[in-house]
């Protein structure tokens, strides 16, 4: 017998059936890898393949085996995933396979009906699938309780981990499940699920943090890359140019001026999905309003039914997105889904034709997952990135003529083709916004503590090991005199009134920072929310429609309106995520470079032609920084961004040194100044000698009245403590320092 078949055998009868009725021929390497670690090892285990691969049924056929063996006395497995999507998505799968046993699903998180829960509650066992905050407010609120719905477990498998690491949401968890295991007085096992992981070892260290068990990390065979893949180019808003519109000579008027007012990007993006099944990804909330709400303007253009094209992202109502995600997993109906992240994650929705990605994502990691939400089924995946610019003027600065999002977007996909490289998960060394969340935490669950036991309990947490005990200190005593937290008369620590008010809202639970936001009525449909509320009269863009406000419940934070015609643009607050050096430095290479890329269409192969004979004829390439006349200078370090950052941050500090001023920057590709009375050598020879003289000290490049506020507790923590972090988690001197020396090198 193969390996295979012996592994079959071992399943139950309801998991043989299960792969007989799906048709499975036979199993996948990686269900295979999966079942002998957790068969016949006590290991946890890390498994990191393709989307669609079938890694939820790789780890959960051999769970379930071992469950129907021997049925656990409490909840036998944990699953925990990022969103409540995506457990509802499994909840069904698992609902499926599991109908012939006894082995029951719960699923829990804010929008499941309390009956649902309470059943669990009254009789623990199968399996819970649930969020990170509805685990935090179980531990907050049923502290007591914990031994008996978790004094068995075994399993805990966290999906879709990528998204977790280096994430005060995936530290939030970690911490949960070493308080868990203090309560019970054991680790389960643990099983992370990833189609994207740049560095497994990593990966596999934050997994295993604290359980003092072995880890299987699997080593699958790379498979063929099976892409249809296509890059376009597009200038904005100009007829005038060849690319912007197609117009036939027998065209009526009508159609003339229809062409003309659309926007030349869109309507090809608009043309890449018609009557196909899509994802329309962007990397912004913004960004997919305006792109769901230009194709049905199309449409309406057109006199096409828009009816089929909607929108998914955070800030809908569930009844949106749970009508998107439904509509995309029916096969008998044409969808078109604007989104962001929410649907870059392994929802199963159905047979997907085609993607189509605005613009280029920020990571590699970011471009697979969307890339693999089609192809399914046996196709292979297929995507569309599309590129929009203002066409350049005569008298526009060297910078601004290259196009750095078509070079993004050719960088990544470059990297893995050619090394299959995917960007390594971080780590935070300060996380004290949690920090900050996990002592209230412990405190509402534990009650009073010394503050020596409450340090060495939640100082002892995984992701806190680099926190020194002077820094938590130093923020219990801050703590202290805000409130948050009290003493009591035997020298012990409580919540205090401050910290009770936090605790009451439910938005406590999450770790990542949300805002005040208005929800979005229409009639008795609920629409979403919006951070700013426009006054009555007004309107805004949201779900891809346009709606005027009829009244305002400031008290109740509700907004009631009405649907109006036409288009707006939205905006949200937020971080639009880093980028990799080993990106920008291919981005370098490519200009470099002659090759042709069999994936560019006709205008983003002659944009990239174009843009090569630039980088060449300005010296760009040659020289890292170029006089662009007068006293203007541009410096292109090709630097990921906390290197970009940390390197213009050391320039900005000693401005007055190197005689530059007006210091100006565009993402991390280049920084423009002014600098008199001097050249391009003698800057760079000062440059380059202070770093050799005393290296860059990351802590003096953040000045005493900077306040760098990210998450969502930071607001509560001490100036000097969120300083440190800063220079610790947002600043990488090493790439800058080595950055430097080799532009030095460009002049020697």
Not at 163 to 179: A, F, H, K, Y
Not at 230 to 259: A, M, R, T, W
Not at 346 to 365: C, F, H, W, Y
Not at 454 to 477: G, I, N
Request: a negative charge; hydrophobic letters at 40%; aromatic letters at 8%.
């Amino acid at each position: 017998m193969t390996e295979a078949d012996i592994i079959f055998e071992r399943f139950p009868d309801f998991i043989r059936e299960y792969i007989y009725s799906h048709e499975w021929e036979s199993l996948r390497d990686v269900q295979i890898a999966a079942a002998k670690s957790i068969f016949e090892t006590d290991n946890n285990l890390l498994l990191t393949s393709s989307t669609a691969s079938g890694k939820t049924e790789a780890a959960f056929f051999p769970i379930l085996s071992l469950l129907h063996e021997d049925a656990p006395s409490s909840v036998g497995v944990l699953y925990i995933a990022p969103l409540k999507s995506l457990i509802n998505d499994q909840f069904e799968r698992l609902e499926e396979l599991l109908d012939m046993t006894g082995v029951k699903v719960t699923h829990w998180h804010g929008d499941v009906a309390m009956s649902h829960k309470k059943k669990l509650l009254e009789k623990p066992s199968g399996i819970l699938q649930i969020t990170p905050e509805s685990l935090e407010a179980m531990l907050i609120n049923r502290s007591n309780d914990i031994p008996r719905l978790f004094g068995d477990l075994r399993f805990v498998v966290i999906d879709e981990i990528h998204t977790l690491t280096g994430t005060d949401r995936g530290n939030q968890i970690i911490c949960l499940l070493s308080r868990i295991a203090h309560l019970i007085g054991f680790h389960p096992r643990r099983i992370g699920l990833s189609a994207t992981i740049g560095d497994p070892s990593l990966a596999a260290g934050w997994l295993c943090a604290d359980t003092g068990r072995d880890i299987d990390v699997p080593v699958l065979n790379c498979e063929k890359i099976r892409w249809r893949l296509g890059l376009e180019h597009f200038y904005i808003q100009n007829p005038s140019s060849p690319e912007s519109v197609n117009i036939h000579e027998d065209s009526s008027e009508d159609d003339k001026k229809i062409k003309y007012a659309m926007d030349a990007g869109y309507e090809y993006a608009y043309d890449c999905v018609k009557n196909k099944k899509s994802l329309v990804f962007s990397n912004s909330r913004e960004e997919t309003e305006y792109i769901c709400a230009t194709l049905r303007q199309i449409a309406g253009l057109r006199h096409d039914d828009d009816r089929h094209i909607l929108i998914h992202h955070g800030n809908l109502s569930a009844s949106l997105r749970e009508e998107a995600e439904m509509k995309m997993r029916d096969d008998d109906k044409l969808a078109v889904t604007c989104a962001t992240v929410t649907m870059e994650l392994g929802i199963d929705i159905g047979k997907l034709e085609r993607v189509v990605q605005i613009e280029a994502p920020n990571t590699v990691s970011s471009f697979l997952q969307r890339l693999g939400r089609s192809g399914r089924r046996g196709d292979p995946p297929e995507m569309m990135m599309v590129f929009r610019e203002e066409d350049p003027l005569p008298n526009t600065p060297l910078p601004q003529l290259i196009p750095w999002e078509l070079l993004r977007g050719i960088a990544i996909i470059q990297l893995y083709i050619e090394e299959r490289f995917i960007e390594p998960p971080s780590r935070k060394k300060l996380p004290f916004s949690l920090l900050f969340h996990q002592t209230l935490s412990m405190l509402a669950s534990c009650g009073e503590l010394t503050a020596a036991r409450l340090a060495e309990r939640v100082l002892s947490l995984p992701p806190f090991t680099t926190v020194s005990k002077e820094d938590y200190k130093a923020l219990l005593v801050s703590m202290l005199n805000n409130g948050f937290i009290e003493m009591t008369e035997e020298k012990g620590l409580i919540v205090g009134l401050v910290g009770e008010k936090l605790l009451k809202s439910f938005k406590f639970y999450a770790v990542f920072k949300d805002s005040e936001d208005f929800t979005v009525r229409c009639g008795s449909d609920e629409i979403g929310t919006i951070t700013t509320p426009p006054p009555v009269g007004d309107r805004f863009a949201l779900a891809g429609r346009v709606w005027e406000v009829e009244e305002l419940d400031i008290t109740r934070k509700l907004l009631y309106v009405k649907k109006v015609e036409g288009k707006m643009e939205i905006s949200w607050p937020g971080d639009f995520g880093e980028i990799h050096t080993r990106i920008l430095r291919r981005m370098k290479q490519i200009l470099l470079e002659n090759t042709v890329y069999p994936y560019l269409k006709e205008n983003a192969a002659s944009r990239l032609e174009q843009a090569r004979r630039t980088a060449r004829n300005t010296g760009m390439l040659e020289h890292s920084l170029v006089h662009l006349g007068g006293y203007s200078w541009c410096l292109f370090p090709w630097l990921g961004t906390r290197s970009f950052r940390t390197l213009r941050k050391y320039i900005r500090k000693n401005a007055k040194e190197y005689n530059i001023s007006g210091i100006e920057f565009e993402g991390c590709y280049y920084i423009t100044f002014k600098m008199e009375k001097t050249t391009d050598i003698s800057f760079i020879s000062s440059l380059v000698a202070s770093v050799e003289r005393s290296g860059i000290d990351r802590y003096s490049l953040v000045e005493n009245g900077e306040i760098p506020v990210f998450e969502k507790y930071d607001n509560y923590i001490p100036h000097e403590l969120l300083r440190k972090a800063y220079a610790e988690d947002k600043l990488r001197a090493d790439e800058a320092e080595e950055q430097i020396r080799k532009i030095f090198e460009e002049f020697s």
